[in-house]
């Protein structure tokens, strides 16, 4: 049980409380909060005057006391909270006019940033003709008109084929396919993405074995045209005619394109070559093309083909490639891929460009074909892929 006496203070000459069960040097004075080395425990008669030591200074009136009686100056605590009040006040105003001064000067920043532009009428940005109900009446009239020609003289006026010869359409009709082109037209067209020149759509149908195919049609000076090259999907020759004829030079195709799994003979290794099956558009004509995998539009050609293999096939892939036999242990049924070209059978300045394109990397052997995916190959207007279920 500890025993607590008052006691006065041998520094401040204040009364404080002492345990004496306790030792009297490892106390403190609860007034100036130094060690006790003496106290006055006299009890009764007149009391000892503790002198204080006192040191002064001239000139140092407004200074506090300090009792220099041990080593350290012992201040009292009450003497030091005033001073770090003042710290608190004076930092805080500083922080908050700093505040006040840094959002001034960003308000006033943004205000000379802001256009100010003058009030007015906002002019509507400009109509796509296409969507207008006049001109889709007369692109629905011309496509049913299309799908109801029964003879290949009324379907030539219709046709636009500048890169193709009469006599090449009049023998494709003979021999490939027979009119009319089919039935149940879809009359609501779609606008293929892209930076066009010209008014172009899509229609898409379904042919007389079922087959759902579409047709672009395109606004020229002289009228609506039905592109033909797009309708058939004809390159710089047929598949039929590249599997017989085995042409040396690059050919630009415009082919479907879905996965395949054919290896054999010059590309046996999957490793090194993914196979890609090409057919025309009456998928009677096929031939394999491979891409080596080393190369980036390999890995592209992988994630969006379709995959007959999927629980739910898509359509195949109309694309616009460059094909060429590489020497080696090759049959007629086999080719190589040398480049993508487009994702769409329509191109509006025609395949000539493509053409001369595959001219110029054949003669430079192909050395970097990595370089022509990149940046050497012609522009292709609107290859970028529409939705599986949309014509193309």
């Known amino acids: 049980m500890s025993k607590r006496y008052t ?69 009292p605590l009450r003497q030091r909270w005033p001073a ?28 000379r940033s802001i256009h100010h532009e003058v009030v007015g009428q906002i002019e509507a940005p400009p109509t796509d003709i296409r969507l207008t109900e006049e001109w889709r009446i007369k692109a629905t009239k011309l496509a049913k008109k299309t799908l109801a020609a029964q ?9 636009y084929h500048p890169e193709v010869e009469e006599a090449v359409i009049r023998r494709y009709y003979e021999m490939q396919e027979k009119l009319p082109l089919g039935k149940d037209l879809q009359e609501e067209y779609y606008v293929p993405p892209g930076n066009y020149s010209e008014n172009v ?3 898409t149908f379904v042919d007389f074995h079922n087959r759902q195919r579409a047709f672009v049609i395109v606004e020229k000076p002289e009228g609506m045209r039905i592109d033909w090259p797009s309708l ?27 996965l395949g799994n054919y290896y054999n003979n010059h590309f046996a290794d999957s490793g090194r070559w993914l196979s890609i099956r090409l057919s025309d558009v009456t998928d009677e004509n096929v031939i394999y093309g491979y891409v080596d995998r080393s190369l980036p539009m390999a890995g592209i050609m992988e994630r969006s083909f379709p995959n ?24 007629s049924d086999q080719t190589q891929i040398m480049s993508l070209v487009a994702t769409t059978w329509y191109h509006q300045e025609g395949i000539k460009p493509l053409i001369e394109y595959a001219r110029r990397m054949d003669e430079s052997g192909w050395r970097n074909p990595a370089a022509a995916e990149q940046g050497e190959q012609p522009r292709t207007e ?8 949309s014509p193309r």
């Open 7 to 75: 006691v006065i203070c041998h520094r401040c000459g204040k009364s404080t409380f002492v345990d004496f069960s306790k030792t009297i040097s490892d106390q403190r004075c609860r007034a100036c909060r130094g060690f006790l080395q003496g106290v006055d425990v006299s009890i009764g008669g007149a009391s000892e005057v503790h002198k204080k030591v006192v040191w002064r200074e001239p000139g140092a009136a407004g200074r506090e006391q300090e009792w220099r009686d041990q080593e350290q100056p012992v201040i």
């Open 308 to 331: 007959p293999e999927a629980r739910e096939p898509r359509p195949d892939e109309p694309v616009i490639v460059v094909l060429k036999h590489p020497s080696g242990n090759v049959i």
């Open 151 to 159: 003879t290949l003289d009324d379907l030539l006026p219709l046709l």
């Open 201 to 203: 759509v899509a229609f």
């Open 84 to 111: 770090f009040y003042r710290w608190i006040i004076w930092c805080g105003l500083a922080a908050f006019l700093g505040a006040v001064i840094y959002g001034t000067w960003r308000k006033f920043r943004n205000l």
């Open 232 to 258: 058939v999907g004809l390159g710089e020759m047929s598949v039929q005619e590249y599997v017989r004829t085995q042409p040396e030079k690059a050919v630009v195709m415009r082919a479907r394109a879905r």
């Open 382 to 389: 609107g290859s970028s892929t529409p939705p599986a279920e």
